[in-house]
């Protein structure tokens, strides 16, 4: 991998270097802890995954974390899973989230855009009234420490203020996207039985109003624990009968009552994409996700005061929750409620120039297809502020890494990132000080000891392994509900090497120390013992202007042999000729290898995804090889489950 890009793609400048919170960071954890005083990143991160305990120290006092009630030590028990974060200290996520307000009353903590692309501010000092209203109402209602608080809303600052009143009276925090269905959502929220739920009456997206009062009702109906539900007349509709006005409970002039609660305390629970079965509900804790996102967004992000974080997301998915984090740091955050391409492929550059966003985070997929509709974001917007342009979701190929260097800005920090729903952070991405190479994410996060490992548990350098983490992280989940006895959460992440993370993906790591990310390793392609994830094809495939996606799955046959199809969505118009086949085979053998060859490839319909974007490999996989629908996948978690019937029919006549 190191042969391969030999030069980076952008270097960090010395007074960048400099002036990132980072490299002050080591400079003081030098003087007060013994980190290496030299050395540079590379020697901060072998001392912050050695040195444990002193390092997640120095952290907690660097930025000044409120123990109302002091540890007895930063890790009891380091047993994975189990291990005991910062044992007898209380604290509260919400009171830290909203220390700013104490010195910037008047400076936005939220920036707010919809379609319109409209900025309007909330500055701290509201943002702080209406959780403190919020939060006595929440107690009013008779809302206890560990009891569960859930939300069927978009990405708009009543969603904020509702995580933060959760977090600030003990209470334990969920929300889904209202774009979900019924069913997803009781999925979901059936399995933790919350007490409250916040809802809208609809949302907009693409340009069109979406009515979700039925769900509403429906939601209702069959979450029998409710007590309250609070109406956020997003579409202007009156609140249904028995609800709560989301006005009439944050209209108090209140400061905010902030539980201290034990460092391990559940904060919210978030679910994987669940592919097969329910979806695990992952439960993280107030100390934790603190911690783990001061350290993500103040160190690697090198987020401040001065800084704006827009990061597209929705409320479903795990990145919205670390962009609430961002206030942490004393950071505005933009949301945005609505398509990421309304009313044209550009909107999202346009909403980093007209918020002012300093970083901004999206999706690869979102990068690609800017470059396929030939957006030159660098040409058309004001990008001047935007220091650095990160994405998550999936790998970003090098074409990507290209796209944005030459149509953004030559000197433009590109921080590809990778991590999980599961600890709600990234394992490995965003260095400030750090050169990015061409399709690398520049290097492991501090505190993970990140490593690739083969078969038999042994870490290799520039070549595929598994990504495993060997020491536990503050924000791995404390547990996922309703697994009394921890087998569930056991056999998601430890039951190939016992006692260390598996977090089941293909991953590189180099000799220079960054981090390739090759895909899903349980969905990997093994041909003829060559192992290779399936994003390497996509990017070589999907650079073909007839391909507007594709989905590649390899099949283990009983007679020993393997079957591997490469499944493709073509853009209007297009047709899978024998023109096309041959550049499809070609590209791939050209730029991959003759063994990434497919055996077959088959025109469909549109390809299947999570509810979050991802595509779906392994339930495809599995309905390939036979298993029926329902054991194959849990319909609740896809998006369009009519394009399954698909891949069903298709193992129907092959077999």
């Not at 003087?31 to 305990?53: C, F, I, K, M, Q």
């Not at 970003?396 to 944005?404: A, H, K, N, S, Y």
């Not at 598994?466 to 404390?478: C, D, F, G, K, R």
């Not at 000799?511 to 390497?536: E, F, P």
Request: hydrophobic share 40%; proline share 8%.
């Amino acid at each position: 991998m190191s042969i391969m890009n030999p030069q980076p793609l952008w270097q960090p400048d010395p007074e960048r270097i400099a002036q990132a919170q980072v490299t002050k960071f080591q400079a003081w954890a030098a003087e007060n802890h013994g980190a290496p005083a030299t050395g540079g990143y590379a020697a901060l991160h072998r001392w912050s995954v050695d040195e444990l305990d002193t390092f997640w120290k120095a952290v907690t006092e660097w930025f000044d974390v409120r123990f109302s009630t002091p540890y007895a030590r930063v890790l009891g028990d380091r047993s994975m899973p189990g291990a005991e974060w910062f044992p007898g200290a209380t604290l509260n996520y919400a009171e830290h989230a909203l220390r700013a307000a104490a010195t910037r009353a008047n400076e936005p903590a939220l920036l707010y855009v919809d379609e319109a692309h409209d900025p309007s501010p909330v500055t701290w000092a509201e943002l702080r009234r209406q959780v403190g209203s919020l939060a006595a109402e929440l107690r009013a209602l008779g809302v206890r420490p560990g009891d569960r608080v859930s939300a069927y809303l978009p990405n708009i600052p009543q969603a904020v203020v509702a995580l933060l009143a959760t977090a600030a009276v003990g209470g334990v925090w969920t929300s889904c996207a209202p774009d979900f269905g019924a069913r997803s959502v009781l999925d979901r929220f059936q399995q933790i039985e919350p007490i409250v739920l916040f809802t809208v009456d609809g949302y907009r997206y693409g340009g069109k109003e979406h009515d979700r009062r039925d769900i509403v009702a429906e939601l209702r109906r069959e979450l029998p624990t409710l007590r309250a539900v609070v109406h956020i007349p997003l579409l202007g509709t009156e609140a249904p009968e028995g609800a709560l006005e989301w006005s009439a409970l944050t209209a108090a002039d209140e400061e905010p009552v902030f539980e201290q609660v034990p460092f391990d305390h559940p904060l919210w629970v978030l679910y994987s994409s669940g592919t097969t079965g329910l979806p695990k509900a992952i439960v993280q804790s107030q100390g934790g996700i603190l911690v783990e996102h001061l350290k993500q967004l103040g160190l690697h992000c090198d987020l401040g005061p001065q800084d704006r974080f827009f990061w597209y997301t929705s409320t479903g998915w795990m990145m919205w929750n670390f962009l609430v984090s961002g206030l942490l740091t004393g950071t505005t955050i933009v949301l945005y409620d609505g398509s990421p391409g309304f009313p044209d492929t550009g909107a999202q550059w346009r909403i980093a120039e007209r918020t002012g966003a300093t970083l901004y985070g999206t999706s690869a997929a979102y990068v690609m297809a800017c470059r396929k509709a030939d957006i030159h974001p660098g040409r058309d917007f004001d990008l001047t502020k935007v220091q650095c342009v990160a994405t998550t979701g999936s790998p970003l190929p090098p074409d990507g890494f290209r796209w944005l260097h030459d149509e953004v800005r030559d000197d433009l920090w590109i921080a590809s990132v990778s991590g999980g729903t599961d600890v709600c952070s990234c394992f490995a991405g965003a260095v400030p000080t750090l050169p990015v190479h061409i399709g690398e994410l520049q290097a492991p996060s501090l505190g993970t000891d990140l490593q690739s490992w083969d078969p038999s548990g042994k870490p290799v350098t520039d070549e595929v392994g598994e990504l495993v983490v060997t020491n536990p992280m503050p924000s791995m989940p404390i547990y996922f509900w309703n697994d009394p006895d921890g087998s569930r959460y056991h056999d998601s992440y430890f039951d190939t090497y016992p006692g260390v993370w598996r977090h089941g993906d293909w991953i590189t790591v180099t000799s220079r120390g960054s981090v390739v990310i090759h895909g899903r390793s349980d969905s990997t392609l093994n041909r003829q013992g060559v192992r290779m994830g399936s994003a390497d094809i996509y990017e070589a495939v999907e650079r073909l202007p007839e391909i507007k996606e594709s989905l590649v799955i390899g099949i283990e046959q009983p007679d020993g042999g393997y079957w591997m199809p490469l499944f493709v969505h073509l853009t209007p118009g297009a047709v899978l000729d024998e023109n096309l086949l041959n550049r499809i085979k070609r590209t791939i053998r050209e730029q991959l290898s003759p063994r990434h060859v497919p055996d077959e490839v088959i025109e469909v319909p549109g390809i299947p995804h999570t509810l979050t974007g991802k595509r779906i490999e392994v339930p495809v996989k599995r309905l390939l090889q036979g298993t029926p629908l329902q054991k194959a996948v849990n319909p609740g978690s896809i998006d369009n489950l009519d394009l399954l019937h698909f891949y069903e029919d298709l193992a129907r006549k092959r077999a």
